[in-house]
Each structure stands twice: as C-alpha cells, then as structure tokens.
C-alpha cells in the first residue's frame, strides 16, 4: 500500500513471499551531486530477512528433489521465520528508547519518543518526553509514520528488544558491503563475513550498544544471528529453568559428577578503557559506559587518581546519577532534537518532509553523509549514557559482561547439545560475581572413550544472568484516579446529553441530531480509506462485519488495541420522553446476530505505558471521539498486560482497518488540535464549517440549513 502525499510517495511492496519486505521512499539527498547541486532520488529498502532469503536460495547448494514432487532441500539456512512469519519472528536485538537509526543510508527502523523509563519521571516543561519529537504528523510526511504501518520492528510489550530480521536495509548498503568484501584466490565471498559487515552497519546506526554474533551449527545445517548484549524481559527468572551443576564437593546430600575443572578469563584489549573507568566512583559517563565493570572494583581505590571524570562534567559538576540525566538531556535537546534555530536538528531533517508545524524547510528528506555522521557521533553518546542509566537501577541488564570460560571434565554424558544453558555452583567464582549472576552455555563438547573409561569434556563460554525488576501493567491502581472505567463512562453519557439551549435552525439541527459517526466518517475520508461512511456507528460496523471494506470485525474481549482501531460502545438513549425521560443503555455484545441502535465510537492513537513508581509500569491507550461533551475529545482507557482492554463492559467490537492505522490516528489527533475543546454551538465560523463536513460526510444532509455559506 503507497501513501503519496505533496511531494513524498512511501510504497511497499512484497518481496520473496514477503508482505511488506520493501520500501520505496522518494525525494531523498544521499550525496549525489549533478553541477545544479543535489540530486533527489528513490531509496530503496529491504528487510533483513528478506536479504537473508536472497541469499539462501540464490546463493546456496541444494540436494536433489526427492522424486516425489518436493521441494529441493538447501544444505544451509538461516535461522529465522519466512514469508508472513518475520512479522513475528522472535530473534531479538537490544535496543533503548527512542530507538532511532541514525544513518538511513544504512537501515532504518521504526522508532519511540525519546522517554528513560523508569529514570525520567518528569512531566513539565523540562522533562524529555515533552519534547516535540517527530513521531507522528499527519502534515509532515513523518517516514516513522509510514515504518509503524508495516515494519514490525518494535515488540509492543518490551520497549527494549526489537526484531533484527524486521530491520530495513538500504539497497545501497548491502550493495557497497558487498562490493568491498574480500575475496579468495577463486574470488568467492565468505557469507558469514558479509553478513557480519552488515550487523556491524546495523549497530554503528542504533547507537553501538549491540554485540551481534554469527555462528554456523553444524548439526543442524543453520547459521544462527543474535545479539549477545543480555535483553531486558528474556531471561528466565525461575530456579527450575536450568540444570544446575555441583561443580566442587557435597552439598545438601548432592554429590558431584565433574572430576576436574578448567577456568580462565581473557580480556579482549576494547574492554581495557571500559574497566579503567568501572574502577572509578561512577561506571557510566559521557566518554564511556563500564557499569558492569563497576561491580568487579567494588570497595577499591585507585590511590593515584581516585575518581575519573570527563571533560564535560568537570565544566558542568552535578553530582550523582542527575548529573548523567543532565547530559543526557541536554544532548537531546541541543545536538540530536532541537527547534527554534535558523538550521533544522539532524532528525528533523532526516526523517521529516515539508512539515511546516515543525519548521522544515525543504521538500526532501536529508540522507547526506554529513547529516548521518554528526547525529551518529551525538546519539551514540546519549543512547549509551541512557543504557548506563537503566542498568544502574536494574531495569535492564548491564551491557557488558566480563566473561570467563570454564572446562568441565565429567563421567561420560550424551545428549548435550551446542548452545544449551546451564547453571553452576558459585563456589569457584570469585566474589566478584553476584550470587546465582551467572548462566553457562556449551559451545563444544569432546568424548574420550577407552576400554578402561568414558570422559566428556564440556566448553563453555559465561553469559550474565540478569534478573529485572518486575513491571506491573496496571495491576495497582493509581490512587488519583479515584474513579473506576465504568464510572468514568457514564460520566461521558451523561455529558453527552447534557442539556443545551439552541439558537435557530442549524442550532436546533445540531442539537437534535448526534454527530459522532460523522466525526468517524470524517477522519476516515481524510485517511483515503476504504470506509462505509454513514450517520450511526452500528451501520458502519455491521457493514464492516459482512465484509466487502479493508477492515476486520475482531473480538474486544481477545484483541490486542492497536493503532487506527475503532472500538464500539454501547450507549444508553432515551426510551421515555422529553418531559419523563427514560435512559436505558444498549445491550449489543460482539456475538449479537445484528448490530443496531445506540452506540459510540472512539479512534485509537497511542498505546503506551506510563510508570506509576519506580520500576512498575501500566499500559494504556488514547483514545479521541466526537460529540463527546459537545466537542472532539481525547479520553485514557488503561490495559490488560496481554494489551487487551482493561475494562471490556459495554464494548461491542473492535474494528481495525488492514492497513494506514498510523495514518488514521495522525489524522484524529490533527483533528483534535483543531477543534481545541471548542463546543458544537460555537459562534466560531471553521469549527461550524468543520462540523458541516461531519454532517455531510455521514449523510445527514445538512445543506438544508446553510444557504450561500450562511447558517440558518
């Protein structure tokens, strides 16, 4: 599905069997130049799995069909779901809030607002999730707009991990990469060092926080891609996951089967600067991130130089942690985002066209070298000191890991497998390794068999095991929302038949005639969506549900809300008269063989998670509707964990357009800007004129009451 919009068209397109595989962003300034000065033209991306693929069956042997009608059978492959399955492939890559590549001439990837969960708890003025981040804007043809339509980059549950085989890779990427990759004396290409080249791009471009690894497993004829840095949500946390070892002596009547032990620790020369500084008062500073080292130099005292600190804080002394929130902040907001300036920040510029709410002033979106190097080196120092940040309170793992490997020599064992994981008894350890901090995973395994013995021979390699603070989606209850859903629902009925005092025809017409689904209708229209425009939100529901739009018809009680969603509420109307009335509210399920009578509809436009104390999290949606209080209103319903709504009573279905959900929202937010809480009787001739559009786009022929543009 394309979206053009003034001078930018977004297309996607299937590739290899793959919905969405590639992207086609037009009007891009990447460097080329003619003698009139920069030249715009088409970039093109793929899914990394997608070019994966190409090279499994392109580049591969195969066996021989089997003489049945199968399929021929490649002697390797990459471990990873095909075709519609990348959408929810579970290999994983590290990432921290906003997530953002930094360098589309590399990748691109579709990202958050730049909030510190669990850090940042600020809400005013100064708090960096104020910031007016292009995310979203119906009138800026914002690229992440477009990414969060069909990327499936992001896991919704876990702003932390992404999906490394959903990233999008600049065709002429993969094509230099491949152009400067060396060659044998017979001129081939090494596949594992070609895809390594390209990881190294992925991870120069989000900030340089992943350690991503290839390996080939032999017994299974796959080569295995991950990013080693540990991920927050991943880790098993119970006991009983993993065998645990006895490695030395007799514990609790448990013997041991281990008969000689091997351990040593090698530290690769990158790590020498990163300990240097995990030795001072603080492991996490602008000129590096070592909080993980710090743990190792606990109650140590260089005597020479007792604490370290880089050029920057000694100009701005904060002390603590505030004082690395400070910098973090202040990266942000002058080097990476900022606005009011004669030049436009190196993020407006890359990812926004035309977009005048935020001040840019060209018709292209900015790929230049220079414009991808600097807020490469800026973002780099940000996204690290934010990940030292959420390592020191425990809400992600710390990055690094000092690793040692350890040789077991044990009595004959089969069935152990490369990469298993197991656990070990501390007793050998050195104090520096928490308790129970630590998992082992196999990386080769060697039998010696003679006629007086068996011995297996075990190599590891130690991988931190990372235990997070738990975060709760809602389960507490805030206790500034003293009111419960249900309550704060029939708060909005009662608003919406609140009495009114009506002057004239087209007052009386307003008044007298509900216009919620027009709003929906609207917004819809203005979306270049497929949609049954109609006056009742239960005709465009049940038209939806018999089929023949671009829409579904899903279960409230099974659905996880997404973005572009219209959920459907019963409504309570009037079964009595104007002078005795009688409220009585609608009783549709989403079983119900027909869908008719009072009910309201609201667009989703943001899911997110707030943090109600330290370290515990609950999900939420906003959710925007009309003629809720006589206006365009934007309402909070809170969610299940699951993402599914918290409270379900009343809900009838949740309809969800195939494609543009991201696109719907921006427009019912744009919408909600501009009717600015202004009441449907206002004097206010744009806000008359916009209701109008409403009333006609859902059919309630309006035109009786308004002759040469004026109201009657």
Not at 644 to 671: D, F, H, M
Request: glycine share 8%; hydrophobic share 35%; aromatic share 10%.
């Amino acid at each position: 599905m394309g979206k053009t919009e003034n001078y930018s068209t977004v297309l996607y397109t299937n590739f290899y069997n793959t919905e969405d595989g590639g992207i086609i962003i037009s009007n891009t300034i990447n460097g080329d130049k003619s003698l009139d000065g920069e030249i715009p033209s088409d970039s093109v991306f793929i899914k990394f799995g997608v070019l994966l693929t190409i090279i499994e069956e392109n580049f591969n042997l195969f066996s021989k069909k089997d003489g049945f009608g199968g399929e021929k059978t490649p002697q390797i492959r990459f471990d990873f779901k095909r075709g519609s399955g990348l959408k929810n492939d579970d290999n994983y890559m590290s990432i921290i809030p906003p997530n953002i590549s930094t360098n589309p001439q590399i990748c691109l990837v579709n990202y958050r607002k730049p909030i510190i969960p669990g850090v940042d708890k600020k809400t005013g003025k100064d708090g960096v999730q104020e910031q007016d981040f292009p995310i979203s804007n119906s009138t800026a043809n914002i690229i992440n707009d477009y990414l969060g339509n069909a990327q499936n980059f992001l896991v919704e549950e876990n702003p932390f991990i992404g999906r490394l085989f959903n990233v999008f890779l600049n065709l002429r990427f993969t094509a230099r990469v491949l152009e400067a990759a060396p060659r044998n004396d017979d001129g081939a290409i090494s596949v594992l060092s070609y895809i390594k080249a390209i990881l190294e791009g992925i991870n120069s471009s989000m900030g340089s926080i992943n350690n991503f690894k290839v390996t080939y497993d032999e017994s299974k004829g796959t080569i295995k891609i991950w990013d080693e840095i540990p991920k927050h949500g991943l880790v098993n946390k119970k006991d009983d996951e993993f065998t645990k070892i006895n490695i030395f002596g007799v514990k609790n009547n448990q013997g041991s089967f281990v008969t000689n032990i091997g351990l040593d620790a090698e530290i690769p020369q990158d790590f020498a600067a990163n300990i240097s500084i995990g030795a001072q008062a603080s492991g996490n500073n602008l000129q590096g991130n070592s909080v993980s080292f710090s743990n190792y130099n606990k109650g140590l005292i260089d005597r020479i130089i007792p604490e370290n600190l880089d050029a920057y804080t000694i100009k701005n002394p904060v002390e603590g942690r505030d004082g690395n929130i400070k910098t973090a902040k202040e990266i942000l907001k002058e080097k990476i985002f900022y606005t009011g300036q004669d030049k436009l920040s190196p993020v407006v510029a890359m990812y926004t066209l035309g977009g005048k709410d935020i001040g840019v002033k060209d018709i292209n979106y900015n790929f230049t070298p220079e414009v991808c190097s600097d807020l490469t080196e800026n973002y780099t120092n940000y996204i690290q000191l934010v990940q030292g940040m959420l390592a020191e309170k425990d809400i992600i793992p710390s990055p690094f890991f000092l690793p040692f490997n350890l040789n077991l020599e044990v009595e004959g064992i089969s069935g152990i497998k490369l990469f298993e994981r197991f656990k070990i008894t501390d007793d050998i350890l050195p104090p520096s390794y928490e308790k129970d901090s630590v998992d082992i995973i196999v990386k080769a395994i060697n039998h010696d068999i003679d006629i007086k013995s068996w011995k297996t021979t075990i190599d590891t390699l130690s991988v931190p095991r990372h235990i997070p603070k738990i975060i709760n989606y809602g389960e507490i209850k805030d206790p500034e929302d003293k009111k419960s859903e249900e309550e704060k629902y029939q708060d909005y009925l009662a608003e919406q038949n609140e009495p009114k005092e009506p002057s004239g025809e087209w007052e009386k017409f307003v008044t007298d005639t509900p216009w919620s689904a027009g709003f929906i209708s609207w917004v819809m229209k203005e979306s270049e969506i497929q949609f049954p425009y109609t006056y009742a939100h239960t005709i465009y529901a049940q038209k939806i549900r018999n089929g023949g739009y671009p829409w579904q018809a899903l279960d409230p009680a099974t659905t996880k809300i997404k973005l572009g969603d219209v959920v459907i509420k019963n409504r309570s109307s009037n079964k009595g008269t104007e002078e005795a009335p009688n409220w009585v509210m609608n009783t549709l399920t989403y079983n119900s063989s027909v869908w008719e009578g009072s009910s309201h509809g609201d667009i989703v436009v943001e899911v997110a998670e707030e943090e109600y104390s330290p370290g515990v999290f609950r999900r939420y949606t906003l959710v925007i509707g009309g003629n809720v209080g006589n206006t365009v209103k934007q309402k909070k319903w809170f969610l299940e964990k699951n993402g599914t709504l918290k409270s379900k009573k009343n809900v009838v279905v949740v309809l969800r357009p195939n494609t543009l959900g991201q696109w719907i929202a921006n427009i019912a937010k744009k919408e909600l800007i501009f009717m600015d809480g202004r009441k449907e009787l206002s004097a206010n001739i744009n806000f008359r004129d916009r209701l109008y559009e409403y009333y006609e786009v859902g059919l309630m022929n309006p035109g009786q009451y308004r002759k040469n543009g004026i109201y009657t």
